[in-house]
């Protein structure tokens, strides 16, 4: 499996179909403005790829990184591609281009009574299989509560808040509740 990770543009061929793709695959209340994840996919410290699969386009992955933190924001694998072991080959080059880098995730926590309860297991159990581990965190994001994985050390809520001030700027940071809970 050849694997290929280009920056996404909005000239980009792979634009329109990221952008169907991450309002399929991410719930309304998980997911930022789209416009604002172009935007800021200028910043120095944002990529957002757009993946291919044996010269396929394949899903996207948008990643914020500070200091030594890379906080995979989003990571979606088209419906077609699904089940096929592109999402974890995603995942073990994105640990060889983030290497020596604290790289962590937030997932919905584990609740034996959401609607998505198996979806949810199902999330945790490739991330786990991927080789990210439980942090013992939580981090509540306007209404949902998610769980932290991470690889390559423990994030702490100071620096997260310190991640998302230096994505969003001061100003927009405050117009959404982002805090680790116990």
């Known amino acids: 499996m050849k694997l290929n990770f280009t920056k996404l ?9 990221i952008k169907q793709l991450y309002m399929r695959a991410f719930p309304a209340d998980e997911r930022a403005p789209f416009l604002m ?38 990571l979606a694998v088209s419906e077609e591609c699904r089940g096929k072991g592109i999402g974890s080959a995603v995942l073990q080059n994105a640990k060889k ?15 034996e009574s959401s609607e998505n309860y198996d979806e949810r297991l199902k999330r945790r ?19 949902v509560t998610y769980e932290i994985l991470g690889i390559g050390g423990d ?19 405050k117009l959404f509740t982002m805090e680790f809970v116990d």
Not at 9 to 17: L, V
């Open 9 to 17: 543009k909005p000239s980009s061929p792979d634009f329109r179909r």
């Open 37 to 74: 994840l172009v935007l800021k996919a200028k910043k120095k410290n944002v990529d957002f790829w757009s993946v291919h699969c044996n010269d396929e386009w394949a899903g996207m992955l948008y990643i914020v990184n500070y200091r030594d933190l890379s906080y995979i924001f989003y």
């Open 125 to 143: 159990d490739f991330y786990l299989r991927n080789g990210f581990r439980e942090l013992h965190k939580k981090l509540r994001e306007g209404k």
């Open 97 to 111: 281009l983030y290497k020596g880098r604290r790289l962590f995730l937030a997932i919905e926590q584990l609740d």
């Open 155 to 173: 994030v702490e809520g100071s620096e997260y808040v310190a991640l998302m001030k230096s994505y969003a700027g001061s100003i927009l940071s």
